[in-house]
């Protein structure tokens, strides 16, 4: 199990420079975690190629309901007062210390391309390259 940030999410639905390998990490370790944050942050991903008109509402809906769909049964309420400890020793948002806290809470690593997570939390977190 891993835990995987939004922007690897994305990669996965929303072709690009990174999606063939977030696809070979998918085949590699499919069982992956998130928390429950990932579906908004998701949302406002799609709400911008929405707006850029890179897709379409219909496209963008369906694109929501299968990453649900892969995450189904994975998703996870962090506890606050850890994710608040993770801000404390970094530099790095309440939403992206909910994904380290995740992994702290399962015992696995974040894969992300997050840099300022990745130098924060080096010993919780990898780079899509590294995993």
Not at 20 to 35: F, G, M, N, S
Not at 47 to 53: E, F, L, Q, V
């Amino acid at each position: 199990m891993i835990v995987v940030d939004s922007n690897i999410i994305a990669y996965l639905y929303l072709p690009g420079d990174y999606t063939a390998q977030v696809e070979t990490l998918l085949q590699r370790d499919p069982d992956w975690a998130a928390p429950l944050l990932w579906r908004s942050e998701f949302r406002n991903i799609l709400a911008g190629y929405m707006r850029r008109n890179e897709i379409t509402f219909d496209v963008a809906r369906d694109l929501q309901l299968e990453a649900e769909s892969l995450l189904a049964g994975a998703e996870y309420e962090v506890d606050s007062r850890l994710v608040l400890e993770l801000v404390r020793d970094s530099n790095c948002s309440a939403y992206d210390c909910e994904f380290i806290a995740l992994a702290l809470m399962l015992g696995v690593k974040l894969v992300t391309m997050d840099a300022k997570l990745l130098k924060a939390f080096p010993k919780h977190a990898m780079a899509l390259f590294a995993s």
